[in-house]
């Protein structure tokens, strides 16, 4: 079995981690005729033979396709995205308690950026007092580091090697790479 290429694997990712519609994914898979192509034939199979209607489809999906799909590559992605959001926008609050979240779920090498503004936006979501906006300072401070963690994955110098989780297992840490990080 081989990787799926991105771009087949993301309606995958939308189902199953960003709470998709089963509805449209069930669209998607009857109207993707590439589908069939990267799928071993019994995969395929069993994928079109699912009752969608069903919300425990989602179970089998998640089995079906874990040989095809590259989390990695997805969380990668995924904070590349937010990374870049915080450049163009530093302010924005959402994405600065998801950088506090990874941050505490075991992507460590965000600590900076995630307990220095990210826990405020975390605290300002769970209602906790409101304390004003950040300064234009901070907001700096926030790009640039930002634009340092956004470098160092684009460069290869942090490679995500597993999602984030809080599972103790793995004593609160994930699986990241560092190289040549001061």
């Known amino acids: 079995m081989k990787i799926l290429p991105f771009n087949l694997q993301k309606p995958f990712f939308t189902l199953l981690l960003e709470q998709g519609s089963l509805s449209d994914f069930e669209t998607w898979v009857y ?3 590439s589908l069939e192509k990267y799928l071993i034939p019994d995969d395929y199979l069993a994928l ?8 425990r489809s989602i179970i089998e999906i998640e089995k079906l396709s874990i040989p095809y799909l590259d989390y990695s590559k997805y969380y990668s992605k995924t904070l590349i995205d937010v990374l870049l959001s915080l450049i163009n926008q530093p302010n924005d609050l959402e994405k600065l308690a998801t950088i506090y979240n990874w941050y505490c779920q075991g992507y460590t090498f965000l600590r900076e950026l995630a307990t220095k503004y990210g826990l405020y936006a975390e605290l ?12 234009e300072i901070e907001l700096n401070k926030i790009k640039q580091q930002a634009t340092q963690i956004y470098n160092e994955l684009i460069n290869g110098q942090i490679v995500l090697l597993n999602p984030p989780s809080y599972d103790d297992d793995k004593e609160f840490y994930q699986e990241f790479k560092t190289t040549n990080r001061p």
Not at 48 to 55: A, G, N
Not at 127 to 132: A, I, P, T
Request: charge should be negative.
């Open 48 to 55: 079109i033979s699912l009752d969608f209607k069903d919300k």
């Open 31 to 33: 109207n993707e005729p």
């Open 124 to 135: 300002y979501f769970w209602g906790e007092e409101h304390y004003g906006e950040f300064s």
